[in-house]
């Protein structure tokens, strides 16, 4: 498991891995969040970090490096969108969101869901999720006992997110309300007759 857990890690320093826009992002007040994958829809006032030249971002990087391109419990928050799906090593990923958000912190993911043709559609999607994926992080959660990472979280929100064009329709609101409530019996009885696009999580870091 470790051998998997830490391909593609690079052993630097700080100083010499961390570029002088971050310290000064970081130096500035305010909140600070981070938009990892931001592409060009960058949260605004946040640090965008992307791998694509033509994004928006102001860290251009390989999310599949490890370790990211910031220091220890930098951000308030970080927001993954549409990003996290396309990575290959996910437990890696998340020790590093970890790593770099202040403890009590926020992870704003959203990731797509298993029955979603879109999902299938992309073909650099690596990973689809249901609404328990995180829960092995969060000790409060069965999922927790096989101890794949010691990083661990709090879940504070899961939500599935329809397409905006299918959630406009009356007929659809409490198909969607009653999906988010009773999340286990939507996922095993009615996600392929009915099958969400995404789903939110909000994750609080815990040390």
Known sequence: ????????????????????????????????????????????GALGMDCNPRSDADIIGDLEIYPYLFPDQAFDEVRAVSVIEHLDNILMTMEEL?????????????VPF?????????????????????????????????EYSSCKFRKLKVEYEPLPNIYRRDIERPLVWLANRKKDFYENYLAYYFPMHDIYFELEVLR
């Not at 971050?22 to 829809?41: A, F, H, P």
């Not at 970890?98 to 959203?110: A, D």
């Not at 990973?127 to 959660?141: A, K, N, T, V």
Request: aromatic content about 12%; glycine content about 6%.
């Open 1 to 44: 498991m470790l051998t998997i857990i830490r391909q593609n890690r690079i052993e630097t320093t700080e100083e010499d891995r961390i570029p002088e826009k971050v310290w000064e992002y970081l130096k500035g007040e305010g909140k600070k969040v981070l938009d990892i994958g931001c592409g060009k829809s960058k949260l605004a």
């Open 98 to 110: 970890h790593r770099i958000t202040k403890t009590k912190g926020i992870l704003k993911i959203t």
């Open 114 to 146: 298993f029955a979603s043709r879109y999902f299938h559609t992309d073909f650099t999607h690596k990973h689809s999720f249901g609404s328990r994926s995180f829960d092995y992080f969060d000790s409060s959660e069965q999922l927790s006992r096989y």
